[in-house]
Nanobody
């Protein structure tokens, strides 16, 4: 199995910054794609940003220029630096990891999420 844990959420004023972290553990041979998704109350879960093992990235239009996704392949971790936060960024942020285990099974794993609240 692959376990995923997020951290770094909290309450911040509009215009502020937060840095989210995602740590994956288990019998991991290689992590392929990693991504951040968010879900606001009453809404569907939407893509925020994804990053491939080679470092290619893709962002939702709403966060381009404000958020930066990065990863440390040696530590099986991923980060989301969020700047110029807006009240509409308020949501539960979930980490998604697609990993190949040492017994050659691919897992698509999600974390429990971390709450980000941006006050106006």
């Amino acid at each position: 199995q692959v376990h995923v844990v997020e951290s770094g959420g909290g309450l911040v004023q509009a215009g502020g910054s937060l840095r989210l972290s995602c740590a994956a553990s288990g019998s991991i041979a290689r992590i392929n794609s990693m991504g951040w998704y968010r879900q606001a109350p009453g809404k569907q879960r939407d893509l925020v940003a994804v990053i491939t093992r080679s470092g290619s990235t893709n962002y939702a239009d709403s966060v381009k220029g404000r958020f930066t996704i990065s990863r440390d392949n040696a530590q099986n971790t991923m980060y989301l630096q969020m700047n110029s936060l807006k009240p509409e960024d308020t949501a539960v942020y979930h980490c998604n990891v697609i990993a190949l285990t040492t017994i050659l099974i691919t897992y698509d794993s999600w974390g429990q999420g971390t709450q980000v609240t941006v006050s106006s």
